[in-house]
């Protein structure tokens, strides 16, 4: 009995060392940026040099907070959403920023506002996150059609939610269908949504 289940697991082993050493990835240089061309919205990886005048730079990896507040969008970020605008409106959707960077005075406005609505700050929170806290500032985050364009403008959101991984660009939230993030290097899965924010 012994000598055939030895066979057996070297097989196993043969087997497993087989598909764990497949060739060629070892090889493969690393993506170091992938390149939008400003006029059509379409890119490609580089592995090495950097994009041309004609392109713009959509960064290979998520993008996050810089080290001091910005004033505008980030724009690698600003460079993947009109990348996916543009492949938006060949499918017959539009896409439109009703609310990107916001300053620290703003995003504390619209705070106060919201604990006024919602009666707590721990409530308001699930919508407008205090300035230290929300991404907006940080020039990170969009909102997509919010309060524009009625069921042809959601509708434009959920393609963006759909197919907005190929451009790093994730929705975030559960509650929040218009509010977006880089939280991805291109072509990356999203990862799973939160309930709200917090
Ligand atoms: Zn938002």
């Known amino acids: 009995m012994k000598a055939p289940r030895l066979v057996a697991s070297i097989a ?45 730079s959509l960064g290979a990896g998520p993008i996050v907070r810089g080290e001091t507040h910005p004033n505008a969008l980030v ?8 990348a996916a605008k543009m492949a938006a409106k060949k499918k017959g959707h539009t896409l439109a920023i009703t609310s990107g960077y916001r300053s620290l005075e703003r995003q504390e ?26 991404n907006h500032p940080w020039g990170i985050a969009i909102d997509i059609n919010y309060g ?19 451009y790093g660009l994730c929705r975030r939230y559960e509650n929040e269908w218009w509010h977006f993030e880089p939280l991805v290097a291109p072509g990356q899965q999203c990862p799973v949504m939160e309930p709200y924010a917090s």
């Open 109 to 134: 406005m619209l705070y106060q506002r919201a604990i006024k609505r919602h009666g707590s700050a721990a409530e308001a929170s699930k919508w407008v996150l205090p300035p230290e806290k929300s």
């Open 12 to 56: 196993t082993v043969a087997i497993s060392l087989a598909l764990t050493t497949v060739p060629a990835s070892a090889n493969e240089a690393p993506v170091i940026d992938y390149c939008a061309k400003k006029t059509t919205g379409k890119f490609r990886s580089i592995t090495e040099g950097a994009c041309t005048k004609k392109e713009r």
């Open 148 to 166: 524009v364009g009625g069921t042809k403008g959601k509708k434009a959101a959920a393609w963006l939610e759909k197919n907005g991984y190929l």
């Open 75 to 82: 724009p690698q970020f600003k460079a993947r959403y009109e």
